[in-house]
């Protein structure tokens, strides 16, 4: 690999396990998105051989004002693994300036080999929360940073996992400590999130990489996200998904 | 005073005369119960010419568009039986004033709300039923130039309205976490949720009963009540056919006719 784009995986690898920012890589040296995805992928292979496993995939950019915002017109991807998943308790002062958003998750129960077997491999719908947290100073970056930095993933946990159905457009509330900070529908997630689905096998095949049963896939958020607190209890739910919470230190 | 809210009244009545937007009121009105004096102004000469009162229309419930204004409370506007258009029948070019576009819940009653303070039980109980709107808002004011004084006196930027067909009675739909959608062609323009319209599209309509008493005309058995938006408006041009999808009301369709042939611009 490039050495210029195996500093740049251990730059972004170590910003996380220093919780210490860092200035956009674009700011120091040229790179691509094609290139941001080696990046990408050089960071999971670290976080790999620190004994984690890959346990899925996240979309990113999946709405509208998103798109505009960054100035693209496709969605952009990261990868998920165990160390990420969040049970009911979150120290955020292991982050830099966490974020949360309510997400839809999929979760697959055979392997997609094929775009096409995206919407077949459905084994369940859970109501979602992504935990963002971009490495790069003042939460600021371009589209090459982003994808370097896995699209800002950090964590995530997932409420019931049920049958597949509908959840096209689901309202979808966020609350902290009991008030409601966000709302929106599931349907801001690129029209219905299994739009966003169907783009993660999309770009997974593109990639050479098989989306696995046991898989999760975090489709998108249906609001904006919002400042993590510490020392709060977040709830995200969704009609007909139930409630994930989370409590923050 | 009574001049200049007449002053106000008239150059509101040429826009919608002349098809041309006006100069903003706000200089001849100095709070917000003078803008409603006006809007009664106007309301007053349209029950004249024999228009049909249907229902009230709640606007600014939404926080962003209450922030965006520097209010923090919702306001209304009048519903004549002429502004209702059927579902997906076409609204003619100029038929409202830069027009724009929201997702709604209405409410239709059957029973009067003449109490000096509504509860929601009382909503619930005078609701007959719950139907998808779409309703096409619009300005009489020159590029949407409006402080919380025009859009009230200007029947609170109302337009027309389409309702859905399908009657759903409130035990059968969770409205506060209820999805909004509009689609145009296929692309999501807009999305949102019931809690968005002041927490629940009822606590609007309990708003709205309480004020409509404390000025005298109150919400009666047949009015249709637009609780307000769920979601980002959306501006609108001709040719363009929208879908709005509220979760647990159904669909409605606000289509619009393309420019005037030539030969209708005669």
């Known amino acids: ?249 | 005073m009574t001049e200049r809210h007449q002053a106000a009244a008239a150059r509101l009545l040429e826009a919608y005369a002349s098809g041309r937007p006006c100069e903003p009121v706000r200089d001849l009105i100095d709070g917000v119960d003078d803008a409603y004096a006006v809007q009664n102004l106007v309301t007053e000469r349209w029950l004249s010419q024999g228009r049909r009162l249907a229902g009230r229309k709640i606007g600014l419930t939404s926080k962003a568009v209450q922030r965006q204004l520097g209010v923090d409370s919702p306001d209304f506007g009048m519903l004549f039986a002429d502004m209702a258009v059927p579902d997906g029948e076409e609204i003619p070019v100029g038929a409202v004033l830069q027009p724009r576009a929201e997702a709604e819940v209405a409410l239709v009653l059957d029973r009067d709300l003449t109490h000096e303070r509504h509860t929601v039980a009382d909503v619930i109980r005078a609701a007959a039923f719950a139907l998808p709107a779409i309703e096409i808002v619009g300005s009489r004011v020159r590029d949407w130039d409006i402080t919380l004084a025009d859009t009230v006196a200007d029947n609170a930027s109302s337009g027309m309205y389409v309702l859905g067909n399908r009657p759903v009675s409130l035990r059968d739909v969770d409205l506060r976490m209820a999805g909004m959608v509009i689609e145009r062609r296929g692309d999501q323009v807009s999305s949102g949720i019931g809690a968005a319209c002041l927490g629940h599209p009822l606590h609007a309509a309990v708003w709205l009963a309480d004020t409509l008493v404390r000025l005298g005309r109150p919400l009666q058995a047949g009015d249709t009540v637009l609780t307000g938006a769920l979601g980002p408006v959306v501006p609108v041009a001709p040719g363009d056919v929208l879908e709005a999808r509220i979760d647990g009301l159904g669909d409605v369709r606000a289509a619009f006719a393309a420019e005037k042939s030539a030969e209708e611009e005669v």
Not at chain 1, 180 to 193: N, Q, R
């Open chain 1, 1 to 249: 690999m490039n050495p210029r784009l195996t500093a740049f995986a251990e730059t972004l690898d170590e910003a996380v396990l220093n919780r210490r920012a860092v200035p956009r890589l674009t700011d120091t040296a040229p790179l691509d998105v094609a290139e941001a995805y080696e990046v990408q992928r050089a960071v999971i292979e670290r976080r790999r051989a620190r004994g984690e496993a890959l346990i899925g995939v996240k979309m990113g950019f999946t709405s509208r004002a998103k798109m505009v915002q960054m100035g693209v017109d496709d969605v952009i991807w990261g990868l998920l693994t165990d160390a990420m998943l969040i049970e009911s308790h979150l120290d955020t002062a292991g982050l830099i300036h966490p974020r949360i958003e309510p997400e839809i998750a999929f979760l697959l129960d055979r392997p997609v080999r094929t775009p096409a077997d995206a919407v077949a491999a459905i084994g369940g719908i859970a109501v979602g929360y992504e935990v963002l947290d971009s490495r790069y100073e003042g939460f600021s970056f371009t589209l090459a940073d982003v994808v370097a930095d896995n699209a800002s993933a950090s964590g995530f946990g997932l409420g019931p996992w049920h049958r597949p159905k509908d959840v096209g457009n689901v309202g979808m509330l966020l609350e902290i400590d009991g008030r409601a900070v966000a709302s929106g529908s599931s349907a801001a997630i690129l029209g219905d999130p299994l739009r966003s689905l169907n783009a993660a096998a999309r770009l997974a095949c593109a990639a050479g990489i098989e989306l696995q049963p046991g898989w999760v896939v975090l489709a998108g958020a249906a609001t904006a996200a919002v400042p993590l607190p510490s020392g709060a209890h977040v709830r995200v739910s969704a009609a007909g998904l139930g409630h994930v919470e989370v409590t923050t230190r």
